[in-house]
């Protein structure tokens, strides 16, 4: 069974910075590529980060000076940490598992989105 479970998330002062975690099972975390997404009130879900089985990171244009993707082999934990947190980062952050065969990755200043297992989600409020 495919679990996917994100935490870290909550209430920061901009400028701060912040570490997502996301707990996945074994066999899912080695198989699969994984992916970062954010969810701000009102808006759609877009993804912010991706990165492959052999930790090849990419981003989205708008956040890739401050946000790193990584992963945790030992833990089997996807890593999301956001640096100089701005109001714009607040939402809510979902981890994602794809195959890396439709290429899930950020590419052109945009992430792909069709990822098929989700976890249920951690919220990050900045507050100036």
């Known amino acids: 069974q495919v679990q996917l479970v994100e935490s870290g998330g909550g209430s920061v002062q901009a400028g701060g910075s912040l570490r997502l975690s996301c707990e996945i099972d074994?066999?899912?975390?080695?198989?699969?590529?994984l992916g970062w997404f954010r969810q701000a009130p009102g808006k759609d879900r877009e993804g912010v980060a991706a990165i492959d089985v052999d930790g090849t990171a990419s981003y989205d244009d708008s956040v890739k000076d401050r946000y790193t993707i990584s992963r945790d082999n030992a833990k089997h934990t996807l890593y999301l940490q956001i640096f100089n947190l701005k109001s714009e980062d607040s939402g809510i952050y979902y981890c994602a598992a794809e195959e890396c065969g439709v290429v899930p990755y950020c590419s052109g200043g945009a992430c792909y989105t069709g990822y098929s297992y989700w976890g249920q989600g951690t919220r990050v409020t900045v507050s100036s």
């Open positions: 074994e066999d899912t975390y080695n198989r699969y590529c």
